[in-house]
C-alpha cells in the first residue's frame, strides 16, 4: 500500500466517522427525548449501539476503496437505520 492510498483511506474514514457521528449524535438527541431508556430491553439495545460506531466507519472506508458507491451506499444506509430506529421502537415501548 503507497502513502497515496494510506493517506487516501485514512481520510475516508475521516469523513464517514464524522458523517456516521453527526447522524449518531442526532439519534441519541431523539432517543433521550423520547425516553426510549425507561423499557430494559430497549437500554439493552441501546448498549450494543456503541460499538457498531466504532467499526461501521472503517467498513464503509474499505468498501469505499473497492467500489465508492457501495461505500456511500453502506455508509447512508447506516444513518437512515439509525435516523428512523428511534421512531420505529417508540410503537414497541408501552406507555
Known amino acids: 500500500m503507497s502513502a497515496r492510498s ?4 485514512i481520510t475516508r474514514v475521516i469523513v464517514y466517522v464524522v458523517f456516521i457521528g453527526i447522524a449518531a449524535w ?3 438527541s431523539i432517543w433521550n427525548f423520547y425516553d426510549l431508556d425507561r423499557s430494559a430491553e ?3 439495545l441501546r448498549a450494543q449501539f456503541s460499538p457498531l ?4 466507519p472503517v467498513i464503509c472506508a474499505i468498501l469505499a476503496g473497492v467500489a465508492r458507491p457501495l461505500g456511500v451506499f453502506a455508509a447512508c444506509y447506516v444513518v ?4 428512523t430506529a428511534p421512531f420505529a421502537l ?4 408501552p406507555r
Open 53 to 56: 460506531l466504532v467499526i461501521v
Open 42 to 44: 430497549l437500554a439493552a
Open 80 to 83: 437512515g437505520a439509525m435516523l
Open 90 to 93: 417508540l410503537h414497541a415501548v
Open 6 to 9: 494510506f493517506a487516501a483511506f
Open 26 to 28: 442526532i439519534a441519541q
